[in-house]
């Protein structure tokens, strides 16, 4: 096993950081090797916002839930979906791009785009002895994060991602099993097998959190997921997504 495979099965969410910036050297890296992740047809379809300014900080943490993460952290990134600039392209090369660009095509690309390149820099970052946060609360109110990153139509905030220096290591969450993730040749449709495979991982996850919390938890995956599928979250996504001219068609 390579050192390259160790950061990735190394991975786990660091929601405690040391009061420590990270550098400008570390910041470029990061973002060069984001730049470098496959991109569909050369799209680039993604722009990456670093905040330093701690007021903006403060008001992305409380948008995002109030997790403290946001806010105290080595360096934080938010990762947008980007279709402005070819909107300019459009401008720049007299072509009329409208409908591609509304396109339901296009909007997956740009998303695919931004996840590739991110997942990009959490590699490097962790291969820097960092660790990450992954922050999908800045979609509680997209309005309000576009105000106060100064956002154009045709580019929505994704995610942000807190990166520093780990203060606190957490466990690793036990992942589904391979067999019930990895189809081979054709999807295995089999209704009792899924099943069977649910119930084992249900196990390995209430022991997870059994030995985690001293017993004071024993959720089962399906139980956790059945209670947050069951709540409406973000239910504007849709209006605002077709608002900032993006996935119309």
């Not at 550098?23 to 916002?49: D, G, L, R």
């Not at 196990?203 to 024993?218: F, H, M, S």
Request: with cysteine; hydrophobic share 40%; glycine share 4%.
């Amino acid at each position: 096993m390579n050192d390259v495979i160790e950061t990735i099965l190394n991975h786990r969410s660091i929601r405690h950081f040391e009061n420590k910036a990270l550098t400008e050297e570390q910041i470029k890296t990061i973002v060069t090797c984001a730049q470098a992740a496959a991109t569909s047809s050369f799209i680039q379809a993604y722009s990456i916002i670093g905040v330093k300014d701690p007021v903006k900080k403060k008001k992305l943490a409380e948008l995002a839930g109030n997790q403290e993460y946001v806010e105290k952290n080595g360096h934080f990134f938010v990762f947008c979906a980007d279709l402005y600039r070819h909107s300019l392209i459009e401008e720049k090369e007299n072509k009329n791009l409208e409908a591609s660009l509304e396109s339901t095509e296009k909007f997956m690309v740009a998303l695919i785009d931004t996840a590739l390149a991110a997942q990009n820099a959490v590699i490097a970052a962790e291969s820097l002895g960092l660790g990450i946060c992954y922050i999908g609360g800045i979609r509680n109110n997209l309005e309000e994060v576009k105000n106060i990153l100064n956002i154009p139509d045709r580019v929505i905030p994704l995610f942000g991602l807190a990166i520093g220096y780990p203060a606190k290591i957490t466990d690793q969450k036990p992942r589904l099993p391979f067999e019930h993730v990895y189809h081979e040749d054709e999807y295995e449709p089999n209704r009792e097998i899924y099943l069977q495979q649910l119930d084992e991982y249900n196990e390995i996850i209430a022991n997870y959190y059994l030995q985690r919390t001293d017993g004071v938890r024993k959720d089962r995956w399906t139980e956790q997921m059945a209670a947050m599928l069951e709540k409406q979250n973000r239910m504007y996504m849709k209006d605002f997504i077709q608002k900032n001219k993006l996935d119309l068609r």
